[in-house]
C-alpha cells in the first residue's frame, strides 16, 4: 500500500548514499596518489656522478756529457755556450713557449769564484749525485742591500752558505748553487774522478719556474 512520505524518504536515502561514496572515491583517490608519490620517492635512485681526472707527468729526456749526464724538459736542446766570461762548459736552453726564454749552465772544472748571481738554491754533493737542501732563494738583493759605488756585486750569504749577489743587476734572474764545498763550487766523484761543478740557471721568461732547474740538478749523475 503506497503511504504519503514513503517516495520522499527513499529518494534521502539514495542522495545519502551517493554522497558518501562520492567522498569515500575522493578520499580514496588522495590516498591513492600519496601512497603511490611515497613508494615512488623511496625507490627513486640518486644519479652517479663520476669525475675522472687524469695528471701528466712531465716529459724528460736525458743528456749525457762525458763527464756526467742529467735529465731536462723534452723540448731542451743543447747550445753553443756563450762567449761571455767565464765561458760555461755546457749549455741547455728550452725551444717551446717560455721555455726559450730558460738556460741552463754548467761551469766543470772552471774557477768561477768571482761570478756573482742574483738568486741561490742550497746544494750538498753526495758522492756522484746531489741533495737541494733549500728553495730558490728572493732577489739577493732584499737580503743584502744596494751595489757599493765601487762594485757591482756584494757578498752575501744564504743558508749560512757564502755566495755573490749581483746587487748591479738586480732586475735579471740567474739562479746560482751554494755548497758547503766552497764558493761557487760542489764537489761530485765518480768513476771518471772527482770534479768541481757549479750552475746557472737563467729565467727570463714571464712565469719563472725554479723547479726546471731543481729538477735537473736531482737528476744529475757523475760518471
Not at 132 to 151: E, I, K, M, Q
Request: glycine content about 6%; overall charge neutral; some cysteine.
Amino acid at each position: 500500500m503506497y503511504r504519503l512520505g514513503e517516495v520522499k524518504h527513499s529518494h534521502r536515502k539514495i542522495y545519502i548514499s551517493l554522497a558518501v561514496f562520492i567522498v569515500l572515491v575522493i578520499v580514496g583517490s588522495i590516498l591513492a596518489v600519496h601512497f603511490l608519490k611515497t613508494q615512488t620517492d623511496l625507490g627513486a635512485t640518486p644519479p652517479v656522478v663520476t669525475t675522472s681526472v687524469s695528471y701528466q707527468t712531465p716529459q724528460v729526456k736525458p743528456f749525457s756529457e762525458p763527464q756526467f749526464t742529467l735529465s731536462l724538459p723534452a723540448d731542451w736542446k743543447s747550445i753553443p755556450p756563450s762567449n761571455e766570461a767565464p765561458q760555461p762548459s755546457y749549455s741547455w736552453r728550452g725551444t717551446s713557449k717560455e721555455n726559450s726564454a730558460r738556460q741552463l749552465n754548467v761551469f766543470l772544472d772552471k774557477s768561477v769564484s768571482t761570478l756573482a748571481v742574483n738568486r741561490e738554491l742550497s746544494i750538498q754533493g753526495n758522492g756522484s749525485t746531489i741533495t737541494v737542501l733549500s728553495d730558490v732563494s728572493d732577489n739577493c738583493t732584499t737580503f743584502t742591500g744596494p751595489a757599493t759605488p765601487t762594485h757591482g756585486s756584494t757578498p752575501a750569504k744564504w743558508q749560512g752558505i757564502d755566495f755573490l749577489c749581483d746587487s748591479g743587476n738586480y732586475e735579471r734572474d740567474v739562479v746560482g748553487i751554494a755548497s758547503p764545498d766552497g764558493l761557487n763550487t760542489v764537489s761530485l766523484s765518480g768513476a771518471t774522478g772527482t770534479h768541481h761543478f757549479f750552475f746557472t740557471y737563467i729565467d727570463n721568461s714571464a712565469s719563472p719556474d725554479y723547479s726546471i732547474f731543481t729538477a735537473a740538478l736531482k737528476s744529475l749523475r757523475v760518471k
